[in-house]
């Protein structure tokens, strides 16, 4: 197995077609058929299956261009370190959230660079909802998200930095400027669409409060693969989301979002940042303290 086949199995997974993939690397389809045979031989599992003239990823297919995805996304990450390490810096600390959570996370990453000036500070965007999978293969040493979707991941430390409360997200074109009393409409006009990756515990009690709110009798929500995809979707009129308010503030006003603070209803989450404690770097460490030293400040809740 080589990086070269892994790159040709991802393209083709991705788009689902061997010619363009052919073309794509400046390689003839049997060239390529033939590294895809002998990956799955390798791997004594079938990753694709042909439908009419399109192939689909089987089970497997799918297992292995998740792992695959994370695997490429961590030999970046080594050659990147290599580097660095080759130019003379004296570490690299890579760290990842949605987008500015809260305070703490803008105020730490300033201390923490005016302390250690000579270690690069990676900051990169996620999906909130893979951010603990990423942390636990090592793409991130330090990930910011929200404690619903760090549940089941044990092997990961967590502390609790902040608060956070749930919105509508809505085109604004649609609805300009609205308000708590334009939940009503947004509910009865349009269908409400939600990551598919993960869904709170609460969410379905935040719907049966819209429901009661709105007055409709059922609300079935439509599903699409990330938080980013949905807020696309209602930016462009075609349903609505549920949100953690801090992922719509750096986009409200832009690309036609607009939101609604549902600070009265039940649902609330808790922004937690997120490392491996038993493997953590005297770098690692250190952040976290600087951290947890902000936090004793503002009174965040340890976990």
């Known amino acids: 197995m080589n990086l070269e086949t ?3 199995f991802l393209y083709i997974a991705k788009y689902k077609n061997i010619t363009k993939a052919a073309k794509h690397f400046y390689i003839s389809q049997s060239t390529l058929s033939r590294n895809i045979m002998a990956l799955e031989e390798e791997l004594k599992a079938r990753l694709f299956e042909r439908h009419h003239k399109q192939l689909e990823l089987t089970e497997a297919g799918k297992v292995f261009e998740q792992e695959c995805a994370l695997l490429m996304k961590h030999m970046e990450i080594i050659l990147h370190n290599v580097q660095v390490a ?9 760290i990842t959230s949605p987008g500015n959570l809260c305070q703490t996370l803008s105020d730490s990453l300033t201390l923490f660079h ?3 000036p000579s270690i690069e500070l990676i900051v990169e965007t996620y999906d909130f909802n893979e951010i603990p999978s990423a942390v636990q293969y090592n793409l991130y040493q ?3 998200t929200y404690d619903f979707a760090a549940a089941g991941y044990d092997d990961l430390e967590r502390i609790s930095i902040g608060a956070d409360d749930f919105a509508i997200v809505v085109s604004s074109s649609l609805f300009p400027k609205p308000t ?6 947004i509910v009865e006009s349009l269908p409400l669409i939600l990551p598919s990756h993960i869904e709170p515990p609460f969410m379905k009690l935040m719907i049966h409060e819209l429901q009661s709110y709105s007055g409709i009798r059922k609300i079935t929500p439509t599903y699409v693969n990330n938080t980013d995809s949905a807020m696309l979707k ?4 075609l349903g609505y989301s549920i949100v953690p308010i801090s992922l719509t503030k750096s986009t409200s006003g832009e690309g036609g979002i607009a939101y609604i603070p549902l600070e009265d209803f039940s649902a609330k989450s808790t922004i937690v940042m997120l490392y491996k404690k038993e493997f953590a770097s005297e770098l690692v ?8 030293s902000l936090c004793a400040e503002s009174s965040c809740t340890f976990q």
């Open 142 to 144: 330090i990930g910011f």
């Open 6 to 8: 892994l790159q040709y």
């Open 234 to 237: 209602a930016s462009l009129g």
């Open 86 to 94: 080759d130019q003379g810096n004296t570490g690299v600390l890579r």
């Open 114 to 116: 005016q302390e250690h």
């Open 180 to 185: 708590p009393k334009s939940i009503s409409g």
């Open 285 to 292: 460490l250190s952040y976290v303290d600087t951290v947890k």
